[in-house]
Structures are given as structure tokens and as C-alpha cells.
């Protein structure tokens, strides 16, 4: 076994520190989360059930053998709490990752490093859940230096506790392997032209609805609720959105559907169908690219922004991405306000007499004067925007000011909604800004909420493709 220059970090654990193990003059190094029980009982990583799910499994479907290939974790020591292995934290990886991985890194130089779960991923910022099994090419900090190949899988173990995540991680390794011998590479996106717009007119409707195709994709965006516009796309490249306070557009959208469409297509059609029903549009018969999915049997996410990634390559803006950073502005700006009137207006007064003895408070005064205790609000309202923007791990704000009443340990937990106090302000300062596409820039709405209803009509004609395929191909009695 190599001998390795570093000792143990700041934030050891004190359990039994488990070295990485394999070549070091190998193409391949994989990086894990950290030692389970087992490790910490041989001292070598990858030797529990997950180590020999990976060894006997996965590698065999990629080709590979455990012994070229260089094996490490993000910590060397084991995290538990009772016996139970439990995720490190963003402070025990901060000094533990530095603190042996250059070294490791540096030493190895591989020209592949594949990141085995959500913790070693988090290394590089890699969305798993999108890019698991996609091989790119990686430049950056994360890896202290490092250039080459990043592979993001699914850790072993989660296929172990979750049916869910076997055929994604059985395809990712049997499709690296296609990748190793130059047989398969990840989906590029092609440079499409994109007409995206809102319709303003009746004769923009009838005009982008006579087409052509009898198929048309259709989605719906609400907000806080009630159905805020329609984007429909019958043909591929194109997304058209009609807002639902168009009511003469609406009537002409709802006329041509039924004149001029056989097929409907819809991504999610609980929440879509529902959507449409509210303003007089009733489609008795349709398809639901996410139901389609779904029989495919596991082989492809259900989520539309992660399906057409793993399928066409291509990375559709997300609905947080378009519609979190203009909520939590509006937002401010109305927590900004209500804060002033709290300050001014909610305050508790009580007057104190002087001289011996106040009545109010029982001491002793020199001059009369007047007290004023700060209401809660102000408190939480000050918490609340602090933390608006406050970075996370991952470099990005999750803190959802929105989050609604939870139980923990017992307690209730409330942000902003659930407070007694908050609707009160509400009569005096309008209504809080909820989350929702409203706040976001027009053209930022356009272009997010047509690519829904073009992305959605795209997946439906591949889904056609690979039904035909898999009878073909699969399906076939020989």
C-alpha cells in the first residue's frame, strides 16, 4: 500500500482513518462519499454491501475491474450518529476533502474521475439527477486543478435502498462502458431557430393554429392558484403563450382546438387538464408524455426538464431558475416596507409617570416618559431578509422564505406564513408577494413556459420513435 504524506484533518471523526486503495498509475479513479462499517472495520474502501454491489455489478457492466481502477472516498473517516451511518457535513468536508484528495488527485492524475453519489458531485456542483452516467469534460476549482473527464453515477447504495435508482444505475454503467470503446456518446443539442412569443391578437391565434399537423402540445402556468396562461406548439421549434386574461384569445385558442387537432398532447395531465377547465376548455382525449415515460419502465426520468436532457441533451431553464430570483426581489421589496410599518405602527407603548413607584413598571422616574417594546414581526421580518439571499454549500440560495408550517421535535416552525400578525400587515400593505412566474421579466416568461409546450411536443415524437423501436428491436420473438 502507497504511503500517503497527509495525517488527519481538523474535523476527524476518530474513527478509523480508511486510505484509498488501487493503481496509482491508473486511467480511472472513482470518488465516494466516505467509509460505512465495513470500511471502518478493513480499513479499505468499497468492501460493504454497496463496495461488492459495485465490484460484481456495475463494473462488470462498464467493462472495468476493481483493481485498475484508483478508489477513494470524500472522507476518510467514518460519519455516524448510533450506530447509523449518517451524510457528513458541509464543515467536516471542507477539511477533510483538501486534505488528502489533492494529494490523491495529483498523484493519480486520471483522465477520467467518476463522482459515485450526491456528496462526491457536490465537489464539482454536478446536478445528479440530470447528468448521472453523462461523461464531460470538467475545468474548475472543484478538483483542485485537475482537467479531464467527469463521470457523476448514482452511488451504489442508493440502488440498494431505492428499486428506483437499479435500471438508471444498470444503463449509466453499461453505457460508460459503450463510451470507454467508443460506442456511445451522450445526446448534443442541435442549434434549433425558435419562434417563442405571446399572442396578442385573435388572428395571431388562428394563424398559429392553422397548420399542417393535427397534433398540438399544450401547458399551463398558474399563479397562486388560478390559471395564469396558455402556451400550446404544434410544430417543432415553435411556442406560443396566450395569457388568461385574454378572454376573446382564449375563446379563439378553444375553437380552433376542437376544428383543427386530433391529438393532444399534454406532460402531467392531472395538473394541466385541471388548469384548462377552469376557463371552459374540456379535452376528452389526449396523451401525457409523462405517463409514457413511466411505461418505458424506468429507463428514462418522468420530470420533462430531466428527460429531455437525458434524451435530446439539451438543459431547459428550470422553473426556479426563472421564477425564485424575481419572487424573492418583489418580495424584499414588500418585506422592506412591512418592516417600516411594524416599526411604526406595532409597537407596544406604555407610559411611565414620574416620580416613585410607576404604576406600569414599579420603579422610580426623573421624567415622564413613553416606552415602546418591539412587536415579533420586526424580528421575524429582519431574520427573513437576511437570510433571502444567504449562499448555501452548492454556491446558490434554497432558503424558501415561502416554506410553510412544519413539525419538528415536537414544535411548529413558521417562516412567514402561519403568523398571527401577517395578515394584518397584509390589510394595511396588500397581499405578500407569492412565489410565481408573474414576478419574472415577460421574455423570461416566454421563453421558459413555450419551451415546456415545444420541449413536451419534441419528447411525444421521440416517444413514438422508441415505441416502434423497442417493438423492432426488443420486442422481436425470435
Known amino acids: 500500500?502507497?504511503?500517503?504524506?497527509?495525517?488527519?484533518?481538523?474535523?476527524?471523526?476518530?474513527?478509523?482513518?480508511?486510505?484509498?486503495?488501487?493503481?496509482?498509475?491508473?486511467?480511472?479513479?472513482?470518488?465516494?462519499?466516505?467509509?460505512?462499517?465495513n470500511e471502518d472495520k478493513d480499513g479499505i474502501p468499497f468492501v460493504g454491501v454497496s463496495g461488492r454491489e459495485q465490484d460484481h455489478t456495475y463494473f462488470s457492466l462498464a467493462g472495468l475491474r476493481r483493481r485498475d481502477i484508483f478508489i477513494t472516498n470524500c472522507m476518510q473517516c467514518r460519519c455516524e450518529r448510533g450506530g447509523m451511518d449518517v451524510r457528513p457535513s458541509a464543515v467536516q468536508l471542507a477539511a477533510?476533502?483538501?486534505?488528502?484528495?489533492?494529494?490523491e488527485i495529483w498523484t493519480v492524475n486520471p483522465e477520467i474521475v467518476i463522482l459515485a453519489g450526491a456528496t462526491a458531485c457536490g465537489l464539482i456542483g454536478s446536478n445528479l439527477e440530470l447528468e448521472?452516467?453523462?461523461?464531460?469534460?470538467?475545468?474548475?476549482?472543484?478538483?483542485?486543478?485537475?482537467?479531464?473527464?467527469v463521470v457523476p453515477m448514482y452511488h451504489p447504495a442508493a440502488g440498494l435502498r431505492e428499486t428506483r435508482f437499479m435500471i438508471p444505475l444498470l444503463e449509466d454503467w453499461k453505457n460508460l462502458g459503450k463510451w470507454l470503446r467508443g460506442e456511445w456518446n451522450?445526446?448534443?443539442?442541435?442549434?434549433?431557430?425558435?419562434?417563442?412569443?405571446?399572442?396578442?391578437?385573435?388572428?395571431?391565434?388562428?394563424a398559429t393554429m392553422t397548420t399542417e399537423s393535427d397534433t398540438i402540445a399544450i401547458d399551463t402556468e398558474s399563479d397562486d392558484g388560478q390559471l395564469y396562461s396558455i402556451q400550446f406548439s404544434s410544430t417543432?421549434?415553435?411556442?406560443?403563450?396566450?395569457?388568461?386574461?385574454?378572454?376573446?384569445?382564449?375563446?379563439a385558442f378553444a375553437t380552433a382546438l376542437v376544428w383543427g387537432?386530433?391529438?393532444?398532447?399534454?406532460?402531467?395531465?392531472?395538473?394541466?387538464?385541471?388548469?384548462?377547465s377552469t376557463v371552459g376548455i374540456h379535452i376528452p382525449a389526449f396523451r401525457d408524455t409523462m405517463q409514457e415515460l413511466y411505461h418505458l419502465g424506468g429507463s428514462q426520468p418522468q420530470g420533462l426538464k430531466q428527460a429531455v436532457y437525458r434524451i435530446f441533451g439539451y438543459r431547459m431553464t428550470s422553473y426556479d431558475e426563472v421564477v425564485t430570483p424575481a419572487s424573492k426581489a418583489k418580495l424584499d421589496d414588500w418585506l422592506a416596507e412591512a418592516l417600516a410599518f411594524a416599526t411604526q405602527s406595532m409597537r407596544e407603548s406604555t407610559y411611565h409617570l414620574k416620580g416613585k413607584g410607576c404604576p406600569e413598571c414599579g420603579k422610580n422616574h426623573r421624567a415622564d416618559a413613553v416606552k415602546y417594546k418591539a412587536h415579533e414581526s420586526e424580528a421575524v421580518i429582519r431574520r427573513v431578509m437576511k437570510h433571502l439571499y444567504k449562499k448555501e454549500d452548492n454556491g446558490f440560495s434554497e432558503y424558501d422564505p415561502w416554506k410553510p408550517p412544519t413539525w419538528a421535535k415536537g414544535e411548529l416552525k413558521l417562516r412567514l406564513f402561519g403568523r398571527d400578525w401577517l395578515g394584518h400587515i397584509e390589510q394595511h400593505m396588500g397581499r405578500m408577494p407569492r412565489k410565481s412566474i408573474v414576478h419574472a421579466p415577460l421574455d423570461r416568461q416566454i421563453q421558459y413556459a413555450c419551451g415546456d409546450a415545444d420541449w413536451t411536443g419534441r419528447l411525444a415524437k421521440w416517444l413514438e420513435g422508441e415505441r416502434e423501436r423497442l417493438i423492432r428491436e426488443e420486442w422481436r420473438v425470435a
Not at 96 to 103: F, I, K, R, T
Open 186 to 206: 451522450p445526446p448534443i443539442p442541435t442549434a434549433d431557430r425558435l419562434d417563442y412569443r405571446l399572442l396578442k391578437t385573435e388572428a395571431e391565434v388562428w
Open 132 to 149: 448521472h452516467g453523462f461523461p464531460t469534460y470538467y475545468k474548475g476549482s472543484g478538483l483542485f486543478g485537475w482537467e479531464g473527464v
Open 96 to 103: 477533510c476533502v483538501p486534505n488528502h484528495l489533492a494529494e
Open 261 to 276: 387537432y386530433n391529438t393532444v398532447i399534454l406532460h402531467n395531465s392531472v395538473y394541466d387538464l385541471a388548469e384548462l
Open 1 to 37: 500500500m502507497m504511503s500517503w504524506s497527509y495525517g488527519r484533518c481538523s474535523e476527524c471523526t476518530g474513527k478509523r482513518q480508511v486510505f484509498p486503495c488501487g493503481p496509482t498509475d491508473t486511467r480511472i479513479m472513482l470518488i465516494g462519499e466516505g467509509p460505512g462499517k
Open 236 to 251: 417543432l421549434g415553435t411556442g406560443y403563450m396566450i395569457l388568461a386574461q385574454d378572454k376573446e384569445l382564449l375563446d
